[in-house]
């Protein structure tokens, strides 16, 4: 597994299991699969619902805690310094650790600048070896990194080879900030797994387009979290690291960019309003 040194020295590995929609009832068991297929980056989040689950599998797995590591996110009902504190110590109760490797932001908005204190704070006693944040665009990126005593580790968007955050990437690097891909496959859209580049580039390695996709973005440094239930994709999912892309096919694949979401706008108000009443309700 190829690993990333993250701004504070932190080793974390560059790809790792995301557990994004995965129901609570399936989620120990996915856990568990993931880890004996070999991945030892966990990615979960409190709005998940699932980080019980994930505690149960590193807990039961039998390896070692300080072999995996595990990422989560605060949420934002749990907005500002007293609240993300609380969530902090929730979130170490729910995965049954004494510490999270790594600590997102989940998203822009309410009062993040709290949040942020608390996790720098967090930081600094040992509960967390890295923060960063997730979903956070160019702008508001730059003014928390400007304004704040530790700028963001990591910074988890959209990235996939439809969107392929190239400029966004630029920008987290005069930080030192990594970036991390939500969504690597796209979640299938825009008939991704039947992309002719993908497939014709994968042909000549003999790996499928999903292979090809993750290794792309691998090779540009980018952490990918790709999810699947199944045992055997996951397996596939992980076999990226026994071949390398020209190039030419790196250029040839950079030509997918469609430089937009094939989600959602962090801009748009109706996606704002819909993220922080879910927020509400958690």
């Known amino acids: 597994m190829d690993t990333v040194k993250l701004r504070n020295g932190v080793e974390m590995p560059i790809l790792g299991y995301g ?58 009902s749990n907005a500002g310094y007293e609240r993300a504190k609380a969530s902090i110590d929730e979130s170490l109760r729910k ?49 928390l990194a400007e304004f704040s005593e530790i700028p963001p580790m990591v910074n988890q968007v959209e990235t996939h080879v439809f969107n392929q955050q190239i400029e966004a990437q630029k920008i987290m690097e005069q930080y030192s900030t990594h970036i991390m891909a ?55 999912n992980i076999n990226v690291f026994d071949f390398t892309l020209s190039d030419e096919d790196m250029q040839r694949i950079s030509q997918l960019d469609l430089k937009q979401s094939l989600f959602f706008s962090h801009y748009d108000p109706q996606t704002v309003k819909w993220l922080c009443n879910y927020g509400k309700s958690k």
């Open 19 to 76: 557990v994004y929609q995965v129901s609570p009832s399936e989620c120990e068991r996915c856990v568990r699969d993931a880890i004996s297929a070999g991945y030892r980056l966990i990615d979960t989040a409190q709005a998940y619902g699932n980080e019980q689950n994930v505690g149960n599998a590193i807990r039961n797995c039998g390896i070692p805690r300080e072999e995996l590591f595990i990422v989560t996110k605060v949420w934002i």
């Open 95 to 143: 995965l049954q650790t004494d510490y999270i490797d790594l600590l997102l932001i989940h998203q822009p908005f309410s009062d993040y600048y709290g949040t942020w204190r608390a996790m720098e704070e967090a930081y600094k006693v040992g509960k967390l070896r890295a923060i960063g944040v997730s979903n956070f665009y160019p702008d508001r990126f730059i003014d």
């Open 182 to 236: 939500w969504g690597p496959f796209a979640e299938g859209r825009n008939n991704f797994f039947g992309n002719e580049t993908l497939i014709a580039v994968g042909t000549k390695y003999n790996k499928s387009a999903a292979q090809t996709a993750l290794r792309y973005l691998i090779q540009r440094g980018v952490i990918v979290i790709p999810k699947s239930v199944r045992k055997e994709r996951m397996e596939q």
